[in-house]
T-cell receptor, first 111, second 113 residues
Framework: KQEVTQIPAALSVPEGENLVLNCSFT??????LQWFRQDPGKGLTSLLL?????REQTSGRLNASLDKSSGRSTLYIAASQPGDSATYLC??????????FGAGTRLFVKA | GAGVSQSPRYKVAKRGQDVALRCDPI?????LFWYQQALGQGPEFLTY????????KSGLPSDRFFAERPEGSVSTLKIQRTQQEDSAVYLC???????????FGPGTRLTVT
């Protein structure tokens, strides 16, 4: 059974710091992995999608990597800003239709 | 519309009432997912549609939960005889098809009293 774990559960950093959020999954048979951000009371906003054949994706200050063999993904945020404060969720899509989410990392960037 | 929309945004139901939650997908998006998100948790998969066909309903927690998408566009999630444990945010997501990224609606927050 696929399980997704995110560490840390919460993180507080000063503005300008570079940071890494971790996501691990138990079964390497996945189609893709997606990182989302969720603001309080809002839906999910897609940040990056990594297909199973890819190793990383980049968008602006965000970089996500995927290592299927070890069941790990990281989301790197460069030069963090207070506007980055949100919950970050990682989700894996195994064969089939079900998507499995982690519980998220709550990030707070202090001005 | 430009994005996925859901209605109502908030719903309060007395225990035992039936509720219907609506999802309007992005035009042309073939695939549609429903999720349930408890406070402080990630979304949990409920069901998946490809056009009008419900291909996976393994995540529906009980036979009180029913979803449909009769014309392959708008979808409705119905919960009969609501219970307090049904209180959660219900999220809808759509994709054009294949292994593309999922686009989420704002969710419906259901509170059962």
């Amino acid at each position: 059974k696929q399980e997704v774990t995110q560490i840390p559960a919460a993180l507080s950093v000063p503005e300008g710091e570079n940071l890494v959020l971790n996501c691990s999954f138990t079964d390497s048979a996945i189609y893709n992995l997606q990182w989302f951000r969720q603001d309080p009371g809002k839906g999910l906003t897609s940040l990056l999608l990594i297909q199973s054949s890819q190793r990383e994706q980049t968008s602006g200050r965000l970089n996500a990597s995927l290592d299927k063999s070890s069941g790990r993904s990281t989301l790197y945020i460069a030069a963090s800003q207070p506007g980055d404060s949100a919950t970050y969720l990682c989700a894996v899509r195994p064969p089939g239709f079900k998507t499995i989410f982690g519980a998220g990392t709550r990030l707070f960037v202090k001005a | 519309g430009a994005g996925v929309s859901q209605s109502p945004r908030y719903k309060v139901a007395k225990r035992g009432q039936d509720v219907a939650l609506r999802c309007d997908p992005i035009s042309g998006h073939v695939s549609l997912f429903w999720y349930q998100q408890a406070l402080g948790q990630g979304p949990e998969f409920l069901t998946y549609f490809q056009n009008e066909a419900q291909l996976d309903k393994s995540g529906l927690p009980s036979d009180r939960f029913f979803a449909e998408r009769p014309e392959g566009s708008v979808s409705t999630l119905k919960i009969q005889r609501t219970q307090q444990e049904d209180s959660a945010v219900y999220l809808c997501a759509t994709i054009p098809g294949g292994d593309y990224e999922q686009y989420f609606g704002p969710g419906t927050r259901l509170t059962v009293t």
